[in-house]
């Protein structure tokens, strides 16, 4: 029995929706994205289609998927950026953005936020916990000297 292509591995996987979408009905990650195995290893499909139908994704790029659908396949929804867009483009990036205050309420503000690694993070809530570690030093510091003497 003849093996089949892999032009027709992936095309007999994928299903076209109405908002054209083609939608990957073969094997997915835990992540969402299709995959599928090419020369024993294991691909991702929306990446797989994109070589197969337009070109070669350059070195250090990712594809973004701008129907935001992760188990679309179709390459004419893909578009190889860098990974610092593909990241800022995702819903994750926009809702944070948006925030002008940390979980405790304390202002993102020049003075009271740190940017480290791209991520915001909130000094007063720094310090609040740089203050509390100093004090459970200190009780179990005094905890110890009570028991040894």
């Known amino acids: 029995m003849k093996r089949p292509t892999l032009e027709e591995r992936l095309f007999s996987r994928c299903k076209e929706n109405e908002a054209g979408c083609w939608i990957w009905t073969g094997a ?11 020369e024993g290893r ?53 809702i944070n953005a948006g925030k002008t205050h940390c979980p405790r309420g ?6 009271n936020t740190i940017v480290y690694r791209g991520s915001r993070f909130c000094l007063a ?9 100093q004090r459970r030093k200190r009780e179990a510091q ?6 040894t003497r």
Request: proline share 6%.
């Open 28 to 38: 997915k990650a835990g992540t969402g994205y299709g995959h599928i195995v090419v």
């Open 42 to 94: 294991a691909r991702p499909a929306h990446r797989v289609m994109y070589e197969f139908l337009i070109a070669d994704v350059p070195e250090g790029l990712d594809l973004d998927h701008l129907c935001r659908v992760r188990h679309c396949v179709n390459p004419w929804h893909l578009e190889p950026v860098t990974r610092q867009v593909n990241i800022v483009r995702g819903e994750k990036p926009a």
């Open 142 to 147: 005094n905890a110890v000297s009570l028991d």
């Open 106 to 111: 304390h202002v993102y503000d020049e003075e």
């Open 125 to 133: 809530c720094k310090r609040e916990r740089g203050r509390e570690y």
